[in-house]
């Protein structure tokens, strides 16, 4: 029999039984896609991480990421949680004179080598990393009314100011919905039957302004089925795609630009999100997230 250790941790909050759950396997070594598919499915959470040796010495790890249903090649929630988890472990296992108030590595990915900057201690940390491929347009959504019809919404509450519904991908592909109100998001739900209309399965990102904060924020919900997530407290790999979002319709001038993103806070799950944009010249130069992390729980799969 062998013995695989795991950690859970709840992301992008620093409390726990917040934020995000995820399952990370620290010990996939032997595993194949199929077995990792079928822990995935066990755990049940939005997404479990399995840990490899890397491909390249100078990095930390490889990484493989698999919702209940298949896996993806990025997202944001497991690699934040895992680079924390990581940097806790060398932190135990370094002299404490000798450790450093943060540590910085890479961690690779299918979309490529994700930077990470991590501070760590006491069963939490923070992280931020950097992805390694830009948002990617894919053009506009659905029609307003054919989303309304598939959230429980009026076509009157999909999109306010220049924004509407548009399709963007960091690694996994989204359909970004504008929605008119924080009343009218918290009212949203899926209709599987009308969602099937829409075509081609798609997770569905809504956002509106958040009335609660200053500055640029905003309050998200994320709804995937397809992928087994019939709702997600918080999804970085969504929160990076929506920097192309913001580029395009909220005219956000040269520098870099800093906004808040709440999630989460309709399920009771209550998340917050720290993108980061770098834009000059009317382009989009990078992309950075940033969250909290912190260990809920320990054991091993015995199989």
């Known amino acids: 029999m062998t013995r695989r250790r795991f950690v859970t941790l709840d992301?992008?909050?620093?409390?726990?039984?917040?934020?995000?759950?995820?399952?990370?396997?620290?010990?996939?070594?032997?595993?194949?896609?199929?077995?990792?598919?079928?822990?995935?499915?066990?755990?049940?959470?939005s997404e479990?991480?399995?840990?490899?040796?890397?491909?390249?010495?100078?990095?930390?790890?490889?990484?493989?990421?698999?919702?209940?249903?298949?896996?993806?090649?990025?997202?944001?929630?497991?690699?934040?949680?895992?680079?924390?988890?990581?940097?806790?472990?060398?932190?135990?296992?370094?002299?404490?004179?000798?450790?450093?108030?943060?540590?910085?590595?890479?961690?690779?990915?299918?979309?490529?080598?994700?930077?990470?900057?991590?501070?760590?201690?006491?069963?939490?940390g923070r992280a931020r990393f950097k992805i390694p491929v830009l948002p990617a347009y894919l053009g506009d959504g659905p029609d307003p009314a054919a989303l309304a019809a598939a959230l429980g919404l009026a076509p009157g509450d999909i999109g306010f100011g220049a924004h509407a519904p548009s399709r963007h991908a960091a690694g996994p592909t989204f359909t970004f919905v504008p929605v008119a109100s924080r009343a009218r998001l918290d009212a949203a739900t899926v209709d599987p039957s009308a969602l099937a209309r829409l075509g081609e399965p798609t997770a569905l990102y809504l956002y509106t302004p958040d009335p609660e904060a200053l500055g640029q924020s905003y309050q998200a919900r994320m709804f995937a089925p397809h992928l087994g997530v019939p709702e997600d407290p918080a999804t970085g790999s969504a929160a990076a795609a929506f920097a192309g979002v913001l580029t395009q319709f909220a005219a956000l001038g040269s520098g870099v630009h800093d906004v808040a993103i709440r999630q989460g806070v309709a399920m009771g799950r209550p998340s917050t999100i720290a993108l980061q944009l770098d834009i000059a010249e009317g382009a989009l130069r990078s992309v950075e997230i940033g969250g909290s992390a912190v260990i809920v729980s320990e054991g091993a799969l015995l199989a």
Not at 72 to 99: E, K, N, S, Y
């Open 11 to 45: 992301v992008f909050t620093d409390e726990p039984f917040a934020g995000n759950p995820l399952a990370v396997v620290l010990d996939a070594g032997g595993l194949d896609g199929a077995a990792m598919q079928r822990i995935a499915r066990e755990f049940n959470l």
């Open 48 to 124: 479990t991480v399995f840990v490899e040796a890397p491909a390249e010495a100078r990095h930390r790890a490889a990484l493989r990421i698999f919702t209940p249903t298949r896996e993806l090649p990025f997202a944001g929630h497991p690699t934040l949680g895992t680079a924390v988890l990581l940097a806790l472990q060398d932190r135990a296992a370094t002299d404490v004179a000798a450790q450093a108030d943060a540590v910085a590595f890479g961690l690779e990915e299918g979309i490529g080598t994700v930077p990470c900057l991590v501070e760590a201690g006491a069963g939490r």
